[in-house]
């Protein structure tokens, strides 16, 4: 068993009847959507908060543009401790609006991510606030990996693969490091962006951690320039593969996702279901990089909360 003992819950492990059929071998689709923050994120923040904030704290602050602002408001509202927001403004009304109902107080600053983490920095320092990182911190990492500590505890055999996206590489980084804690070290993880929030990507292919120019994906919440350092470091192991799918792409696979599971996510999120929709996993088995027949597949459906029918409406107009 893991020793986070977090604000999260242990998530529902189910089965996809129609992704197991498309894919012919079992997929087990682990939702992380029902987090009561809306996504994995609470798992690593919830254990940070509680690591290094607790309710002494004058408050925390975090950069986010969605779901690492929920975590930590959620996280802060439990301890009953004031928690500061830096969006950028590419968040969706919704977003800000699911925060201010938390009751953290919320800043909007810059165009980007790195431009509203760039505030919340200085505000920690000249507030002294607990500083919440979205993505890079080890307390993030240890948090996160209690999701595969409940999947060792559920599955009948270790996976073939797990499929999870990547941002800043928060989520892969806990990953990592649950699958080394259980036993599982060697298993593939496919890490998936979109084209035009692919700093993983850029950095697998180059070698070195690479700063993206800008985030021209639609897919907001993957939206890191450059992801950490530690995750760059974990890309070079031998069973990690790095696929981008196209915003069009993740939005088909959002679309067949709410037909078929009745489960509602973001675009973000949807690039890892895109793995099995857009015959991602197919063709790494076809070329001999994933195992055939693979065994048990496991999607991390990381969530988030940046969706209503309005935010559906406006990707089927930009994702081309």
């Known amino acids: 068993m893991s020793d986070v003992q977090g604000f999260h819950i242990n998530s529902p492990l189910i089965e996809s009847i129609g992704m197991s059929k498309r894919l012919g071998s079992p997929v087990y689709l682990k939702m992380e959507s029902s987090q009561p923050s809306g996504s994995f994120k609470i798992r ?22 969605g779901n690492a602002g929920l975590a930590t408001a959620y996280a ?17 009304k ?38 919440v990182p979205p993505f890079d911190h080890p307390l993030l990492w240890k948090g996160h ?3 595969v500590h409940e999947l060792k505890a559920v599955l009948p055999c270790e996976p073939g693969a797990v499929v999870l996206c990547v941002g800043g ?3 892969f980084c806990g990953v990592v490091q649950g699958l080394d804690e259980v036993g599982w ?35 907001k919440c993957l939206g890191a320039k450059t992801a950490c350092s530690q995750a760059f470091e974990y890309s070079k192991r031998p069973n990690v593969i790095s ?4 915003d069009r792409q993740a939005l088909q696979a959002l679309e067949l996702f709410l037909d078929e599971e009745r489960v509602f996510v973001e675009l973000a999120c949807a690039a890892s279901l895109a793995a099995v929709y857009n015959g991602v996993i197919q063709r790494l088995q076809d070329e001999g990089r994933l195992r055939k027949p ?26 081309k």
């Open 169 to 171: 590489g928060g989520l």
């Open 94 to 131: 919704l977003v800000l609006e699911k925060l201010q109902d938390h009751g953290a107080s919320v800043r909007v600053v810059g165009k980007v991510w790195d431009e509203a983490n760039a505030e919340a920095v200085r505000l920690a320092e000249s507030e002294n606030l607990t500083l």
């Open 294 to 319: 693979l065994g048990p597949l496991v999607v991390i459906v990381c969530g988030g909360s940046s969706i209503n029918l309005a935010q559906l409406q406006h990707l089927r107009t930009v994702c």
């Open 44 to 65: 690593g923040i919830g254990h940070l908060i509680q690591q290094v904030a607790g309710s002494k704290s004058n408050g925390v602050i975090c950069s986010s543009g």
């Open 145 to 147: 990996s209690s999701l």
């Open 185 to 219: 070290g060697h298993v593939p993880i496919l890490c998936m962006e979109t084209v035009g929030a692919d700093c993983f990507n850029a950095a697998v292919k180059a070698g070195r951690l690479v700063t993206l120019p800008d985030i021209t994906s639609e897919a």
């Open 76 to 92: 802060a509202r439990k301890l009953n401790i004031p928690a500061t927001i830096i969006v950028p403004s590419s968040s969706p």
């Open 243 to 246: 696929e981008l799918v196209t």
